[in-house]
């Protein structure tokens, strides 16, 4: 699928320092949804080389997640002054050597509040970790 430059600009990747110091990248975006990609090299590992340590994996997932919130925004909504993560659940069900996968999906959307779930998988497209994801939308007026 095809992702259009205002859903792009909405998630702004190219935006966040941390993003770029993982290596996460956007793969794909619609509203509500997004997937994003963490390639595995060396300062990303535990004590085995060949395995993805769980704080990137934890990022991975609340930068989905983020993203997926950040695609609800409408630009001519000048109320929306930015979101943040209020609690964060990840639970890791495998080892992830190699790349990492993340799709958030909104699962649901308030004014205020949006309820996001991220699955995490492996290079072989095997489930690797479970997120469960709260953010709080900051509101002018």
């Given at each position: 699928?095809a992702m259009d430059a205002a859903m792009a600009e909405l998630v702004a990747a190219?935006?966040?320092?941390?993003?770029?110091?993982?290596?996460?990248?956007?793969?794909?975006?619609?509203?509500?949804?997004?997937?994003?990609?963490?390639?595995?090299?060396?300062?990303?590992?535990?004590?085995?080389?060949?395995?993805?340590?769980?704080?990137?994996?934890?990022?991975?997932?609340?930068?989905?997640?983020?993203?997926?919130?950040?695609?609800?925004?409408?630009?001519?909504?000048?109320?929306?002054?930015?979101?943040?993560?209020?609690?964060?659940?990840?639970?890791?069900?495998?080892?992830?050597?190699?790349?990492?996968?993340?799709?958030?999906?909104?699962?649901?959307?308030?004014?205020?509040?949006?309820?996001?779930?991220?699955?995490?998988?492996?290079?072989?497209?095997?489930?690797?970790?479970?997120?469960?994801?709260?953010?709080?939308?900051?509101?002018?007026?």
């Amino acid at each position: 699928m095809a992702m259009d430059a205002a859903m792009a600009e909405l998630v702004a990747a190219d935006q966040i320092p941390y993003w770029s110091l993982l290596g996460i990248e956007l793969v794909d975006a619609e509203r509500g949804h997004v997937t994003l990609r963490l390639p595995m090299r060396e300062e990303l590992a535990t004590r085995r080389p060949d395995v993805m340590h769980g704080g990137a994996i934890a990022s991975l997932v609340d930068a989905a997640s983020g993203s997926a919130v950040a695609t609800l925004r409408d630009p001519e909504d000048e109320t929306w002054a930015g979101h943040a993560t209020t609690d964060l659940n990840v639970s890791y069900l495998r080892a992830v050597r190699g790349e990492a996968r993340a799709e958030g999906r909104v699962l649901r959307a308030g004014r205020t509040t949006v309820f996001v779930a991220v699955e995490v998988r492996d290079e072989a497209g095997e489930l690797a970790a479970a997120g469960r994801v709260t953010y709080a939308i900051a509101r002018r007026g």
